[in-house]
């Protein structure tokens, strides 16, 4: 079991918990939230502000292409796996929550490229 279980597959799962943990949304919220309580007369929300949100943005974009090119490795691994018969249920359930995850990914990524 664990030599159908690469390195690759290890990293999936740690760029997953980093994307979870960088909390995008709560920055965004707190933007927000800032930002509507300001009047545009009275003061805007600090630049600090906004720089962080903007880093918290490139990380996320940054993981998001880590991600995709780790599951992309991951299943070029598993596929060779299957190709020599190594535990094959364990590989085809393997690779399909690889390739779903992949997918997600991918579609996040077009459609914040396609809304920018």
């Not at 796996?81 to 995850?101: A, D, N, Y």
Request: aromatic share 12%.
């Amino acid at each position: 079991m664990q030599s159908v279980i690469s390195v690759h597959h290890f990293q999936v799962a740690h760029c997953l918990k980093r994307c979870q943990l960088l909390n995008i949304q709560e920055a965004f919220r707190n933007f927000e939230k800032t930002s509507s309580q300001c009047n545009a007369f009275d003061y805007q929300p600090s630049r600090q502000m906004l720089e962080y949100v903007i880093v918290c943005v490139q990380g996320f974009i940054m993981l998001l292409k880590n991600l995709v090119n780790l599951c992309h490795e991951s299943a070029l691994h598993l596929k060779a796996k299957m190709e020599i018969g190594h535990f094959p249920s364990v590989v085809l359930i393997l690779f399909s929550v690889v390739s779903r995850i992949w997918y997600v990914f991918v579609a996040l990524c077009q459609s914040m490229y396609l809304e920018f």
